[in-house]
């Protein structure tokens, strides 16, 4: 028998009850924390058009944070799974074949709400990444355009002391 403070599985035998409720749970878990991510990918974005470079900073050390959590209710599912002599990674759309008639009707309501959220999830980080870049190429232009005007050589000022002309740009000269 392999337990973890409730009974799960008897080898041989498919998951209980109790052990499919608990994958739904760390399945939900995980549906969750895409929300979550979701949230702060929009954040991001809306932070981006808003020139709110501490919202972006935000938002980034939020998203790792959550990437984190996530990594740990993935690894909490892998557990499970091998707890009922799957492999750890199994996919998610396997679960009908692995479970059978077992299947469960909640289990399967979060892994489709799981996987909506992470395509969900994956269009609108398409859209940051988008926005990025064009962000990025038109600094890139500002900051060609700025320098590309500035005059070679010393500028408006002389390099050594000397008389200035009249109708110069120049203030002030370095004589006294």
């Known amino acids: 028998m392999i337990a973890t403070g409730r009974m799960l599985r008897v080898d041989g035998e ?8 608990e994958l739904a749970e760390a399945i939900g878990s995980e549906c969750h924390l895409l929300d979550e991510l979701h949230d702060l990918v929009r954040r991001q974005r809306d932070a981006l058009a808003h020139d709110d470079l501490q919202g972006v900073e935000d938002t980034v ?8 959590t996530l990594r740990e209710a993935r690894r909490r599912r892998g557990n499970l799974n091998h707890l009922f002599g799957w492999a750890e990674a199994s996919r998610l759309s396997e679960l009908d074949d692995l479970l059978g008639e077992r299947m469960d009707p909640a289990l399967r309501a979060a892994r489709d709400r799981l996987c909506d959220r992470a395509q969900a999830l994956s269009r609108e980080v398409e859209v940051n990444r988008s926005v990025l870049r064009t962000a990025l190429a038109a ?7 700025l320098y590309a005007g500035a005059p070679s050589g010393d500028g408006p000022y002389p390099s050594a002391p000397g008389r200035i002309e009249r109708g110069s740009p120049v203030l002030f000269d370095r004589t006294a």
């Open 61 to 68: 050390y939020a998203t790792h944070r959550v990437l984190l």
């Open 14 to 21: 498919t998951p209980s009850d109790e052990a499919i409720e």
């Open 139 to 145: 600094t890139d232009d500002y900051a060609r355009t």
